[in-house]
């Protein structure tokens, strides 16, 4: 029996497995790096243990772990979601240790790490598979996937559409990621479809359903749900059973994931099978009713499973999973403060819903710290309904109300998808997004809502120097001595720099405003107090003015704006979506120009690899070198053809933002 549990992770799943313990009555582990100290996991942790070693490698070393394991007093250990579920090797070590592995058997494990070993057994048994070429003569058509043997979350995954390009882009992903690589045909138009499988050790398989799982980017899945609109009653048959089969004929006990391809035919095939809990696995639990985590913990325990066979599905489920990462800038991935992260109307977390309703699990909390030694995933937020369209719709507008400051994220993105009318009919695939770049604008993007989001901003900050300033504290926002004289501010926001000015009388109401673009380095310091010519404003009138809050009727129809101020940057959040805006000083001192020919970092993080050296000559877009950040790699390429002048950086070294990786002399 399972007594004391150290989960080897951290974040939302950590908290997660924590949320289960709790409730059967199993004390907890938490492990973390300095990095890591006062993230919610380890508070919430019956015992925390410090993991020697930087943020980057201390969740990696088994044998660190299991240190922690026997000092902290645990008999188990959860591998989370991480790479360390998939790692024969710590699942043996564990075992010999003498504790209870709470994941698949290490042999089975071992079978997982080749794909093309896995997909020769399950084609073995009858299950449909993509054909798998190893030597690149082999590949006869394309276009093709090249992948890596051993790779997990799209890493290096690249298509290659003629046989020009094939050599030097296996070479390439060998040089990425280190490993063998192999190709297979690169279907387009498919769906990716999972079936969740609970194994124990009885012989029992259970599927649970199928999840959708085809809204991606980086062959990497941000909107999962449960049940596919592509799959009726006899398709979801035949998928649970070949899924079954998979399992079977690996012999894999535990949770897991036998994946799938799906086209519009209804042809499907093989994939992987994912030895882990999977990170969407909260949409089976709300339509299941079964609490995913406890089955893994019974059947490490070696009991048997208590369902007879596949649970009924009740209403329909959707998660999102909201990531610090901007999507308009190639996912870069963002850190920072988390100043703020309140989500409206949430009916529970962390564990299955006993109603239809919003369920959050977050890894982070208000001022939470978001490093690039982490995932980027900050919380899954999952709506549950009866109907899809009735899920979709409670999801979109609880992301739209959300308050998540600091950090860029996928928010905005998210909502755009799930109201896409597209989206909504259900007829989407892998490659919704590259279709579909509509999706991409910020929910914010009108004129006219960045105008009233800038005055909501300046009305408010007024309003905060009113209140600490006591001399003026009887007198209405935005009063000035000259009745006539314009209150301005410019901010730096989603259409650019804009400069908002705006005009009280003597009873506080709103005399006039406006606003336009400027650029920071052309102020007019003399004008300032002098209405510029612009085009009409919306007729407004202040109902409420504090630091905080706004409240305005434009054109006979009230908003609130809720404004949040951390330094010079307002959070403004409304119905017309959020926005950001850092006020502009009007003295900024002058950047540091970089020399010509510079690449600097354009996130911190860690140089993974550098492939070229000084004095080498490289070709436009050619790859130079790496940086890993929050589980992800990064490429950095040569904007032009050239001459490597400089690299200053070598494997394994930190970087900040903005530091000097490379100087090429272009030709």
Not at 144 to 158: D, N
Not at 415 to 427: A, E, N, Q, Y
Request: a negative charge; glycine letters at 8%; charged letters at 20%.
């Amino acid at each position: 029996m399972i007594r004391r549990l150290l989960v080897a992770d951290r974040g939302e799943i950590a908290r997660r497995v924590f949320a289960t313990c709790r409730l059967v009555g199993i004390e907890t582990v938490a492990v973390y790096s300095d990095a890591d100290a006062d993230a919610p996991h380890v508070a919430e942790a019956d015992y925390a243990v410090r993991l020697d070693g930087s943020a980057r490698s201390a969740y990696v070393r088994g044998d660190l772990l299991i240190v922690a394991a026997q000092r902290s007093g645990a008999n188990a250990i959860h591998p989370g979601i991480g790479m360390l579920a998939e790692d024969p090797e710590f699942a043996a070590a564990v075992a010999d240790a003498g504790m209870i592995w709470v994941g698949a058997p290490a042999k089975t494990l071992g079978t997982l790490r080749s794909k093309t070993e896995t997909k020769d057994i399950v084609a073995e048994a009858h299950v449909p598979v993509l054909p798998t070429f190893t030597d690149p003569s082999e590949v006869t058509s394309f276009p093709v996937l090249i992948k890596p043997e051993g790779g997990t979350g799209g890493t290096g995954m690249r298509v290659v559409r003629d046989a020009s390009t094939l050599a030097e882009a296996i070479a390439q992903t060998r040089r990425e990621v280190g490993d063998d690589v192999y190709c297979e045909p690169y279907v387009e138009n498919v769906r990716h479809i999972e079936i969740p499988i609970i194994a124990d050790e009885h012989g029992a398989v259970i599927p649970f359903g199928e999840r959708e799982c085809s809204i991606q980017r980086r062959y990497q899945k941000i909107i999962e749900e449960t049940p596919s609109p592509a799959v009726d009653p006899i398709l979801r048959e035949q998928l649970c059973r070949a899924a079954v089969v998979a399992v079977r004929a690996i012999g894999y006990v535990g949770a897991g994931a036998v994946e799938f391809l799906l086209d519009a035919d209804g042809d499907f095939w093989f994939l992987e099978l994912t030895p882990t809990l999977q990170a969407e696995h909260a949409v089976t639990e709300c339509v299941s009713g079964y609490d995913m985590v406890r089955l893994q913990l019974l059947v490490a325990e070696g009991g048997s499973l208590p369902m007879p066979g596949p649970p009924p599905i009740r209403g329909h489920a959707i998660e999102v999973r909201i990531c610090a990462e901007d999507p308009a800038y190639a996912w870069l991935p963002a850190t920072g403060t988390l100043h703020r992260f309140q989500v409206p109307d949430v009916a529970g977390a962390f564990r299955p819903l006993a109603q239809p309703g919003l369920r959050l699990d977050a890894g982070v909390v208000d001022g939470s710290t978001v490093g690039v030694h982490r995932d980027s995933t900050l919380a899954k937020l999952v709506a549950w309904a009866p109907t899809r369209q009735e899920a979709a719709r409670m999801l979109a507008s609880a992301l739209t109300r959300t308050q998540l400051h600091g950090v860029v994220a996928n928010r905005d993105l998210l909502v755009r998808v799930l109201r896409h009318h597209i989206f909504r009919t259900g007829d989407v695939d892998t490659g919704f997004l590259d279709k579909h770049p509509e999706v991409f604008a910020p929910l914010l993007s009108t004129v006219d809502a960045v105008r009233i989001s800038c005055l909501a901003a300046a009305l408010a900050g007024a309003a905060g120097r009113r209140a600490t300033a006591p001399v003026l504290g009887s007198l209405p926002s935005g009063w000035r001595n000259v009745p006539s004289g314009w209150q301005t501010a410019v901010y730096d926001g989603p259409v650019g720099p804009v400069e908002v000015g705006y005009r009280m009388n003597r009873h506080g109401e709103l005399s006039g405003w406006w606003m336009r673009a400027v650029d920071p380095e052309e102020l007019d310091l003399a004008g300032l107090g002098q209405a510029p010519v612009v085009d009409d404003h919306p007729r407004t009138v202040v109902v409420l003015a504090s630091d905080e809050k706004v409240v305005l009727d434009v054109n006979g129809i009230r908003l609130t704006f809720n404004v949040h101020r951390v330094g010079e940057v307002s959070y403004v959040d409304s119905p017309e979506g959020s926005v950001g805006l850092r006020e502009v000083s009007r003295f900024p001192l002058p950047a540091p120009e970089a020399a010509e020919g510079s690449l600097i970092a354009p996130l911190p993080g860690a140089v993974r690899r550098v492939l070229v050296v000084p004095g080498q000559r490289v070709r436009a877009g050619e790859l130079l070198l790496t940086l890993e950040a929050m589980k992800l790699e990064h490429p950095v390429h040569a904007p032009s053809a050239g001459v490597v002048a400089s690299l200053p950086v070598r494997p394994g070294a930190e970087v900040d933002t903005g530091e000097l990786l490379a100087v090429l002399d272009p030709e």
